[in-house]
């Protein structure tokens, strides 16, 4: 090695080494700050008396994150620019704040310093502003609005009232072409075919959505490969990860799937999870942490946690540790609804140190009925399961109804999904569908039918913020949406033919899985939702699921963008993928795979200046990099990845 090269080596040792040491201080210096737990109680303490909910001094709002980016007062991701961060640190008390009180210490700025630094998270519907706006808890049937000439969906009606009251243009329909993509990835996840477009094209009947919708819904093995996504993260059920190998954690695989491809009733969806048999007792045990572990976290209060969640849009994470801060919900009620699972006496912990009282086992809302204390654990998860689905628990409809809103139309009626208590955008439209939904017999293939068939559904999206505050958010149509990191990776494998043999575990599906082998009812390739989670899948956002996941990012991150743009397991994908279209088609010429790729990603034909680019960069012959060259680039637009 010559001494050039040896100073060249020299020079990206120091650099590298130097990048290492900022990386891991720039890593200690955003330690995760948790709003909850650890801002909200510095800003109560010190702020709120003067800053919130109606009393401003000084013409400073603090109750929600917008108010506080509007004050100026901090630049997310740039603390030392913050001015707040100077009122609280100055040495002059008659500037300082909070004004005629004890400082902030260290620690309390440190943690604000870091809470800046990191984006100022905040919980989600959170504000100090009293909430005046009391959610029902029956079911409620509101009156429709009259009939209007072509309008028959009751959701038409009651959207385009609202649309009137508010002065809302309604946006035009979509094309067939790409309500036909819509509503095939939002029901099954997967790209219709050009030939399946085209002949939806050419349909002339009146009723070929209606038509489509129901011939999607009724693809039982589709549906159910798509929607155990959707209810993986909300249960919080995963093939592999923590807690499996120690028997700490159980797999609901089996008996979800076949309750998907059942279309099982919802009622009886949540009975089996709350009173769980021997197949859906995982969601209920949740997690045995090896160790130590917070007392908030012991798996009877996993249990109140996740069916106050999921089931019925209500936070107790919060009030798992303390009376929350976020909302009305005690300890004591928390600690309630963990006792009903409990098979021992449960003694109430506040803030991890024991207060000598033992929990009593009740429900949340004393208005549906009681649970008996006294009565032996099994009773005692009946009785619960019965008031969960009791016809008179409007929260339970409401809630899951909500949660399909937001999956097909981008933001719930509720905002946020997991804030029921919240004001809806219409109470109308959530109270009828979940009236709905009792209605038809508990069945969210009817509901998804409902809302899919509607105009409103059909229409084009519209640009709107989807973390607009709730007091003034107005729905003015659908929202696009980014695909899940399951739709995306179905989609190239769709299109190219690249996916795996077999799912995570062949064992758990057992005589459910149905390969195209098979018949003319079994899929036409194993999909990303039955199979372990890969590099590529986590890095656009599937999650661990070792918590449960109601939404997922609205936006792509850092790490999805540079995973995106070179990274390696993407990369290997397409040109694995083209690899493989190229041996499966060797006759095509460059501007015919060109056009099959395009068709197929985007649901339509590529115009002659786009087509000449993508054969450009194919080239002349076809070779394998540039195919893969083109499916990088169709990949990456927005109309792909997006969900419009």
């Not at 609804?337 to 506040?350: D, F, Q, V």
Request: hydrophobic share 40%.
């Amino acid at each position: 090695m010559n001494a050039n090269a040896m100073q060249t080596m020299v020079r990206r040792l120091v650099v590298a080494v130097a990048a290492v040491a900022l990386l891991a201080e720039s890593v200690r210096a955003v330690e995760p700050v948790d709003f909850a737990h650890d801002v909200l109680p510095i800003l109560q303490q010190h702020c709120a008396k003067c800053h919130t909910n109606g009393r401003y001094e000084g013409e400073l709002s603090l109750d929600t994150r917008e108010a506080v980016l509007e004050a100026g007062i901090a630049e997310p991701g740039a603390a030392d620019e913050s001015s707040i961060l100077e009122r609280v640190t100055a040495d002059d008390a008659a500037i300082r704040m909070p004004l005629e009180a004890p400082p902030l210490s260290a620690d309390e700025v440190d943690v604000l310093r870091r809470w800046i630094d990191a984006g100022m998270a905040w919980e989600g519907g959170f504000s100090f502003r009293k909430n005046t706006y009391e959610p029902p808890l029956k079911p409620r049937r509101p009156e429709l609005p009259p009939s209007t000439t072509g309008v028959a969906n009751p959701i038409d009606l009651i959207v385009l009232a609202y649309w009137q009251e508010h002065g809302i243009e309604p946006p035009p329909p979509l094309s067939d072409a790409a309500f036909h993509r819509r509503v095939s990835l939002d029901l099954v996840g997967l790209l219709p075919s050009v030939a399946e477009v085209e002949a939806f094209q050419a349909d002339t009947a009146a009723d070929k959505r209606a038509r489509l919708v129901r011939r999607l819904l009724d693809d039982r093995v589709a549906f159910a490969d798509h929607w155990l996504t959707f209810w993986n993260d909300l249960l919080r059920n995963d093939y592999a990860g923590t807690g499996y190998i120690s028997g700490g954690r159980k797999q609901i695989t089996s008996w979800l799937y076949r309750a998907l491809v059942d279309n099982k009733p919802y009622d009886r969806f949540v009975r089996d999870l709350v009173d769980p048999q021997r197949e859906s007792a995982g969601f209920a045990k949740g997690f045995v942490w090896r160790g130590q572990v917070n007392a908030s976290q012991r798996p009877e209060l996993q249990f109140a946690q996740n069916v106050g969640q999921v089931f019925l849009g209500v936070n107790l994470k919060c009030a798992s540790c303390h009376d929350s801060f976020i909302d009305n919900w005690k300890l004591t009620d928390s600690y309630g609804l963990a006792a009903i699972y409990s098979r021992e006496p449960l003694e109430i912990h506040r803030c991890d140190v024991p207060t000598g009282k033992i929990a009593q086992a009740y429900f949340l809302f004393s208005e549906l009925g009681s649970v008996d204390p006294q009565a032996p654990r099994d009773e005692r998860l009946a009785t619960l399961a019965e008031l969960m689905t009791s016809s008179d628990n409007g929260r339970l409809t409401r809630t899951i109804v909500n949660r399909l809103w937001d999956r097909l139309l981008g933001r719930g009626i509720v905002f946020p999904v997991d804030a029921l208590a919240s004001r809806p955008w219409s109470e109308d439209l959530l109270d009828y569908l979940a009236v709905d939904v009792s209605d038809n017999g508990y069945d969210l293939k009817k509901t998804l039918e409902l809302i899919t068939t509607s105009k409103v559904y059909g229409s084009q999206s519209v640009a709107w913020d989807p973390a607009a505050p709730v007091e003034e958010f107005v729905f003015a149509g659908p929202a696009p949406k980014r695909m899940t990191a399951e739709q995306f990776v179905d989609a190239v494998w769709q299109m190219t033919g690249v996916c795996p043999q077999e799912t995570a575990q062949d064992e758990v599906f057992g005589e459910m899985l149905c390969y195209a082998t098979k018949g003319a009812a079994g899929r036409p390739f194993v999909r990303s939702s039955l199979v372990e989670s890969t590099l590529l899948m986590r890095s656009l956002g599937r999650p661990n699921r070792e918590q449960v996941v109601t939404t997922r990012p609205a936006e792509m991150t850092t790490l999805e963008a540079i995973e995106m743009s070179n990274g390696q397991p993407l990369s290997e994908l397409l040109q694995q993928s083209a690899s493989k279209l190229h041996v499966d088609h060797p006759d095509w010429s460059a501007e015919a795979m060109c056009e099959y790729v395009f068709h197929s990603a985007l649901a339509r034909p590529p115009a002659q200046d786009e087509l000449a680019r993508l054969v450009k960069l194919a080239g002349t012959p076809l070779t394998t990099d540039g195919l893969a060259d083109v499916l990088w680039c169709v990949v990456m637009l927005p109309e792909f990845q997006l969900v419009r």
